[in-house]
């Protein structure tokens, strides 16, 4: 019997399976109120078979949130919390709600004037550099209550569950942890005084919710912080917490300001299950693993392994909001994955835009409704295989148009491919493969290995066209660019080109950053050897970190502006930063190539001239539009639209929203 289809009770209150869909922040809020957006994109979740949806996070204070959150420090916000609900109940799933205290994590900015964020001690946080305003003991007692009256909201309002955060870097956890909590009266000092804050949290939400309605702790199994809590110290405090009336926990990694990866692709799929496997060892209750969990096959294995009881998703379940109905019905191939591109959700977030989804254009719309049948049908040539295309192709067939997508290589991808190619990015084929999939099952004609030109559409009969057909390289004017040492970095991704063992990358955006880190992986010792040494003892930890990221190609990227990485999302962005260091690779901000030679690269910078040695030269200055198609087609008089980069440079996000777009609206 599958085991991510077994119930399983949280307290009293049993839970059709094991999917649980965690809080996740999706500035779909207006000053705390509950919108119709949020109501239908957890609607759309509960309807596609998600045992229990986690809404958040609530406001239990106003010094302790901002507008964007949902409201519930008040009693005023109780009906929308109840709209809230009834939207995921009233379509099949259970209804959590998490509350939280942002305590030192506050931005002063979103405060009532003149408010300082609170901690427990005035110690400026890494994350926001705000030095929060230490709080005084009848503060204190003020907010544990605040924590059990936003409780007795959420029961009002119909919820059955509420989880409680007491990880990530916000009040509870900064009570916990000695980096931030240096007090010496009853709340600090000493291990068991600073659990006393989430412990009394607890006790006060148990109190007025009653023995039967389920609390669930969402708490982390590793601060990820230098002088952080991690092991032993987080499994006590679970322990305590377990002892005083937690009924199930959820297991997060990392506070926000972590120098260690938590979301972004690079992260192995499954990678933090290990810290729910840890806790569940010591606890008795429900134990529910999160983070990077995006595979049916991988949930399986760690319910059948023992790692945990249930399965957290957030991103999996924005890519996909059946995802459970399809893992239950056998059609596990036709699942859209989250690959953690953080490009619609996270990043989002930090710009203050609500969350939408780069594999999935339909989430965040939920309003919008389905896509309606055409007026007239209509006979749709689609031209380019690239996540443009793919989106238009099928967005187009749904409308009822009869569709036919042209590509001409053999495969489909377009840039994807590539994107794809660096280690670590293996993702970005997961989301051809998943297209491919929907693009098969809908029988959409393709035309693989076919060059398409105006009149092949006009003899063919085709009404319309939706160009998709991409970008290519730029290549600027550069004395020597045309050399036998220069190469372009598309090429070097699609393993076209070979280079010798210097080379220099021009240009620092994404895929100058992604062609260095691939170049600079080779030669690394591989997984396999690494873990054999680290078992027999062989080599010393040091010495294995430095042979895992110790290539045999030395790599120099240069860059005109400022700073690279420009054209990358903040959330992936310093981490690919982190690696070009970790990996050595040498990085020229403000340096004008002047001149390509066979000795290699002459560049201009405030110290003046140099050459870099090198025997490749890699060109990664960005890319232009490729449009060859739309002047003779509209001459022709056929209807014409024009997305992705063939009509602007973008990112992957922009490809597939504005194909999907313009399939929609063909």
């Known amino acids: 019997m599958d085991p991510l289809f077994q119930p399983i009770k949280i307290n009293k209150l049993e839970i059709p399976n094991r999917i649980y869909m965690t809080a996740m922040h999706l500035n779909m809020l207006t000053e705390y109120e509950v919108t119709d957006r949020i109501c239908e994109f957890y609607a759309e979740r509960a309807k596609g078979g998600t045992g229990a949806i986690c809404v958040g996070f609530v406001s239990v204070d106003r010094l302790g949130s901002m507008p964007l959150n949902i409201g519930g420090h008040e ?89 409680i955060l007491m990880g990530t870097g916000y009040l509870v956890s900064a009570f916990l942890n000695p980096k931030t909590n240096k007090r010496e009266d009853e709340w600090g000092g000493t291990p068991e005084k600073r659990m006393k804050f989430g412990v009394e949290v607890l006790k006060a939400v148990r109190k007025i919710a009653g023995p039967d309605f389920p609390i669930i702790i969402r708490m982390n199994g590793n601060d990820m912080l230098p002088g952080g809590m991690r092991g032993d110290e ?39 299950a290990y810290l729910a496997r840890g806790m569940k060892e010591v606890l008795k209750v429900p134990v529910i693993a999160s983070h990077r969990i995006n595979d049916v096959d991988d949930m399986r294995m760690f319910l059948e392994h023992g790692y945990c009881d249930m399965i957290g998703m957030g991103r999996g379940l924005i890519a996909d909001p059946f995802f459970a109905a399809k893992a239950k019905e056998n059609r596990e191939e036709e699942i859209l994955h989250c690959i953690a591109c953080s490009q619609g959700c996270f990043d989002h977030v930090f710009i203050l835009k609500p969350v939408e989804c780069m594999v999935n254009p339909e989430a965040g719309h939920e309003l919008d409704g389905d896509i309606q049948p055409a007026k007239k049908k209509k006979k749709v040539a689609v031209v380019g295989g690239g996540p443009a295309g793919m989106q238009a192709a099928l967005a187009a067939h749904k409308r ?20 794809g190619a660096p280690p670590g990015r293996e993702e970005f084929h997961e989301m051809i493969e998943d297209y491919e999939v929907q693009l098969l099952a809908a029988d959409i004609d393709l035309e693989l290995g076919v060059e398409v030109t105006a009149e092949l559409l006009k003899e063919e009969g085709f009404d319309a066209a939706i160009l998709a ?26 393993g076209l080109e070979e280079t010798g063992r210097r080379v220099v990358v021009v240009g620092g955006g994404a895929v100058g950053i992604e062609t260095a880190l691939a170049l600079a992986e080779v030669g690394t010792v591989p997984p396999e050897t690494l873990r054999f040494l680290l078992i027999h003892g062989a080599e010393d930890i040091e ?34 930063l982190s690696d070009l260091e970790r990996y050595n690779v040498k990085v020229l901000v403000k340096h004008k190539v002047l001149e390509i030679n066979k000795e290699g690269v002459v560049v201009e910078g405030a110290d003046g001239k140099k050459t870099i040695p090198a025997d490749t030269v890699v060109m990664a200055v960005g890319s232009k539009p490729y449009n060859p198609l739309e002047e003779p087609l509209k001459a022709m008089g056929m209807e014409v639209v024009v997305v992705g980069d063939a009509k602007k440079i973008g990112l992957a996000f922009d490809a597939t929203h504005a194909g999907y777009r313009a399939g929609r609206e063909i």
Request: charge should be negative; glycine fraction near 10%; aromatic fraction near 8%.
């Open 75 to 163: 009693d005023k916000y109780v009906p929308g919390l109840a709209k809230l609900a009834s939207a995921i109940k009233n379509n099949g799933s259970i209804a959590c709600a998490q509350i939280n205290h942002t305590g030192p994590y506050a931005y002063s900015m979103m405060l009532p004037k003149g408010e300082r964020p609170v901690g427990p001690s005035e110690v400026r946080s890494d994350f926001t550099n705000e030095l929060p305003r230490e709080l005084s003991q009848t503060e204190i007692l003020e907010i544990i209550d605040k924590f059990a009256q936003t409780t007795r909201r959420l029961k009002e309002a119909g919820y059955d569950m509420v989880e």
């Open 234 to 272: 987080l499994r006590n405090f679970a322990k305590a917490l377990e002892a005083a009336g937690a009924d199930a926990f959820c297991i997060n990694v990392g506070w926000h300001e972590a120098k260690v990866p938590q979301i972004t692709m690079g992260v192995p799929r499954g990678n933090y």
């Open 400 to 419: 009822g148009h009869e569709v036919t997508l042209f590509e001409r290589e053999e495969f489909m991808g377009g840039q994807l491919l590539l994107a």
């Open 469 to 494: 057909t991409g970008a290519e390289p730029f290549t600027p004017p550069i004395p020597g660019v045309d050399g036998p040492n220069v190469i372009q970095s598309w090429d070097y991704l699609a």
């Open 543 to 576: 010495e294995l970190r430095r042979l895992a990221v110790h290539g045999t190609i030395d790599v120099t990227m240069v860059e005109m502006l400022p700073k690279i990485g420009k054209d990358i999302g903040k959330s992936t962005r310093w981490t690919m």
